[in-house]
C-alpha cells in the first residue's frame, strides 16, 4: 500500500512545527584504525579527550575510537576489522599492549574487550578509571534534549561498568546521566538502542558535553564485551515557527521498498536529510524526484526538507 503525505505550504503564513529535530550526531567514521586512541580522534564536531576520573594501573584500559569493535546496527552482533572487512568504526574501551616476556603479548586495541588483571605479582595492574568526552556541544535554541545511540556492555557488575554522564559547563562538573544496563545476545555483544532526556540544564546551553565513563578493579575477573558506543544523536524537541511558502501541494511518498517520491507540482524543493524512528541519519541517493535510501530497514523516516527556500519535515512509513 503507498504511503502518501501531502504537504500544504500557505503564502506568507507563520505556522509552527513541533518535531524531534536532531541537530548533533557523531558516528566516529570509518577505518579499521586499530589503536587509535579517542584523543587521537577529531570527527566533523571537533576533538574528543580522555579524562583520568581514579586511580589507574599500569596497564589501565582505556578508550579507543576504531572498527575492532565494529558497529553492525542496532538488534545485530558486533563484528571486528580483525577479522572482516567491516569498517564502521565505534568509541569503546579495549587494553593497551600486554607483554610478558616468554608468556604473553597482547597488542592494544583488541575490541570491547578488556584486560581484568590478575598479575599484579609482575607490577602488571588493569585497575582503570577513564572518561571519554566529546568537544563542546552548542544547544543554544534548543530544548527538551534527549540523547539516542546504540551501546554493547557486559563487564562485572558495578565493579567493571560504564555510565553515560554530563556536563552543562564545558567539562568543569559531571553528573551521571544513566547508568546503562548491562546488554545481552551474541558472544561479543548485541548492538542495543538507547534514548535518555539530558538535564534540563541543557536547554538553551551553549557550554554542554557528554561523555561515558568506564571504571574496572583489578581482580582478575568479568566478562567481555566491556563497552562500545555509536551512532551518538542529540535531538531537540523544540517547536519552531517557520515561514511557510506560496500555496501548492507537495507530495511524498514511499513508492517502493526503500524508495521515496516526492511529486514536487511545481514547488523548488531540496532533500536536505532523512532521519530514522531513532533520529539517525540515513544515507540516500536521489536522481530526479526519486530518492533510493541505502540498507533500508522497513520503519518510520522522517523527510527534512527546504520547499521553496522554507524548511518541512514529514514523517512517513518505509516498507
Request: net charge negative; glycine share 10%; hydrophobic share 35%.
Amino acid at each position: 500500500m503507498k504511503h502518501l503525505y501531502t504537504i500544504l505550504v500557505t503564502s506568507l503564513v507563520a505556522g509552527s512545527l513541533a518535531a524531534q529535530t536532531p541537530f548533533w550526531t557523531e558516528n566516529f567514521g570509518t577505518g579499521c584504525n586499530r589503536g587509535q586512541l579517542a584523543s587521537a580522534y577529531t570527527g566533523s564536531n571537533g576533538a574528543w579527550t580522555i579524562a583520568s576520573t581514579g586511580s589507574n594501573g599500569s596497564h589501565a584500559n582505556t578508550w579507543y575510537v576504531s572498527a575492532t569493535s565494529a558497529n553492525t546496527g542496532a538488534g545485530n552482533c558486533q563484528e571486528s576489522c580483525i577479522f572482516n572487512f567491516n569498517n564502521n568504526a565505534t568509541l569503546h574501551v579495549s587494553n593497551v599492549t600486554i607483554t610478558i616476556p616468554n608468556f604473553l603479548n597482547v597488542p592494544a586495541d583488541t575490541g570491547s574487550s578488556y584486560f581484568t588483571g590478575g598479575f599484579s605479582v609482575l607490577g602488571i595492574t588493569s585497575n582503570s578509571s577513564q572518561r571519554a568526552e566529546s568537544p563542546t556541544i552548542n544547544c543554544t535554541g534548543q530544548n527538551n534534549v534527549t540523547i539516542s545511540f546504540i551501546y554493547i556492555e557486559n563487564g562485572q557488575s558495578s565493579i567493571d561498568d560504564a555510565q553515560l554522564v554530563y556536563s552543562p559547563d564545558n567539562g568543569t562538573t559531571w553528573t551521571v546521566v544513566d547508568a546503562l544496563a548491562k546488554t545481552s545476545g551474541c558472544a561479543y555483544g548485541q548492538w542495543t538502542a538507547f534514548t535518555a532526556t539530558l538535564p534540563a540544564s541543557a536547554n538553551n546551553n551553549a557550554t554542554v558535553k557528554i561523555g561515558f565513563a568506564w571504571v574496572n578493579n583489578d581482580d582478575g575477573q568479568g566478562s567481555d564485551p566491556s563497552f562500545s558506543v555509536d551512532d551518538i544523536t542529540l535531538t531537540s524537541g523544540t517547536t519552531t515557527s517557520i515561514l511557510t511558502a506560496q500555496v501548492q501541494e507537495l507530495h511524498v511518498y514511499t513508492s517502493a521498498p526503500g524508495e521515496i517520491t516526492v511529486q514536487p507540482n511545481g514547488q523548488q524543493y531540496r532533500t536536505v536529510a532523512i532521519y530514522n524512528a531513532l533520529g539517525q541519519a540515513v544515507q540516500f541517493a536521489q536522481q530526479g524526484n526519486v530518492i533510493a535510501l541505502s540498507n533500508a530497514i522497513p520503519g518510520v523516516y522522517v523527510v527534512s526538507m527546504n520547499v521553496s527556500g522554507k524548511p518541512v519535515m514529514r514523517k512517513l512509513i518505509v516498507n
